[in-house]
């Protein structure tokens, strides 16, 4: 089963609002990881976010992480039509040697 | 440094051939990840290889699929006698370290099989 569930599926927002998508697991970690996959692409590594971190930044990304919950959020600050894509989260699932991916939420930006 | 390359690109393959999908991980990564995906759903887990050795097989099915990461060359994922539910993009991802060890993944470009 996936240990990772984004919420929600899919988001449209218009253009220089802001979007925010969830994400919660279900065992311990070491870490859990976003990334973007643009339509038919590969991923590509957005932040990486240490289970004894609670907030990291990276340009216009901020991401959480909550514990005691199991849930991270993700926020692109200034939306861009080039940050239309699907977004990730995935976790180690407690030490498992693996990467283990959540649904996805799929982004949209309005011009 | 180039990145993870994956090929081919695109495999069209008949129902009962084989699919050879192969992945040259970053230079001075020996870990490799392979994962399925369909289309507008997540990334599946398949197997986790370190240099020859498998070291988590648990999300690819028993029968039909194979995976190698030999100490020299591209790591293989095969797939005999492929069906039409075998139709997805594989996507192949290398690391430096184990990604528990707080490592990201880089990922290829991906293999988009389809089985006519």
């Known amino acids: 089963s996936q240990q990772g569930e984004e919420d929600p599926q899919a988001l449209s927002i218009q253009e220089g609002e802001n979007a925010t998508m969830n994400c919660s697991y279900k065992?311990?970690?070491?870490?859990l990881q976003w990334y973007r996959q643009n339509s038919g692409r590969g991923l590509v590594h957005l932040i990486l976010?240490?289970?004894?971190?609670r907030e990291k930044h990276s340009g216009r990304l901020r991401v959480t992480l909550d514990t005691s919950k199991k849930s991270s959020s993700l926020l692109i600050t200034a939306s861009r039509a080039a940050d239309t894509a699907s977004y990730f989260c995935?976790?180690?699932?407690?030490?498992?040697?693996?990467?283990?991916f959540g649904q996805g939420t799929r982004l949209t930006i309005n011009p | 440094n180039a990145g993870v390359m994956q090929n081919p690109r695109h495999l069209v393959r008949r129902r009962g051939q084989e699919a050879r999908l192969r992945c040259s991980p970053m230079k001075g990564h020996s870990h490799v990840y392979w994962y399925r995906q369909l289309p507008e759903e997540g990334l599946k887990f398949m197997v986790y290889?370190?240099?020859?050795?498998?070291?988590?097989e648990s999300g690819m099915p028993k029968e039909r699929f194979s995976a190698e990461f030999p100490k020299e060359g591209p790591s293989i994922l095969r797939i005999q006698q492929v069906v039409r539910g075998d139709s997805a993009a594989y996507f192949c991802?290398?690391?430096?370290?184990?990604?528990?060890?707080?490592?990201?993944?880089?990922f290829g470009q991906g293999t988009r099989l389809t089985v006519v």
């Open positions: 995935a976790t180690d699932a407690g030490g498992a040697q693996k990467l283990v």
């Open positions: 065992t311990s970690i070491n870490n």
């Open positions: 991802a290398s690391s430096p370290r184990q990604v528990g060890m707080n490592t990201e993944a880089f």
């Open positions: 290889l370190q240099k020859e050795n498998i070291i988590d």
């Open positions: 976010i240490r289970s004894n971190e």
